[in-house]
């Protein structure tokens, strides 16, 4: 059996603004942007919700990140967990830091630790926390 685990962000209205945001930062590629005025005629909708997205899908690499906004009056503040990245290389770790957490706010610096080359905490300008780790070669 093949398992995989995908973060899938919850936003309120800024979903398409986020992964736009996302896209340019960890250098990947939107494949999929759906609102909710491309769903079938009977998925409820009004005029105010009709350009709220259903489901975004941001590949980096092989690796795949997912979103939508969620339903109107139903978003909350994400809390309990983050969206933890692990990054080959010290120098791309603190590029990719420095660009995601522009306009949020940062927790930890991204620096040296006992386990890691480097690695930082920030919740970034949308709300959604992160960790950014580029472990320790072994040897």
Not at 24 to 34: N, T
Not at 43 to 63: C, F, Q, S, Y
Request: aromatic share 10%; net charge negative.
């Amino acid at each position: 059996m093949t398992t995989e685990f995908v973060p899938y962000l919850a936003f309120d209205g800024e979903c398409e603004s986020a992964f736009k945001f996302y896209e340019k930062a960890l250098r990947g590629e939107i494949v999929a942007m759906l609102r909710l005025a491309d769903a079938p005629p009977d998925v409820p909708r009004t005029p105010e919700t009709a350009n709220r997205i259903m489901h975004a899908r941001l590949k980096v690499g092989d690796r795949v990140l997912m979103g939508g906004d969620a339903p109107s009056g139903l978003a909350s503040k994400p809390q309990g967990f983050c969206v933890s990245m692990q990054v080959d290389e010290p120098v791309e770790a603190e590029r990719v830091f420095a660009e995601l957490s522009a306009g949020g706010r940062v927790m930890m610096p991204i620096g040296p630790t006992f386990w890691a080359q480097r690695f930082g905490m920030f919740t970034d300008k949308f709300g959604v926390p992160w960790m950014v780790n580029c472990e320790k070669q072994p040897g």
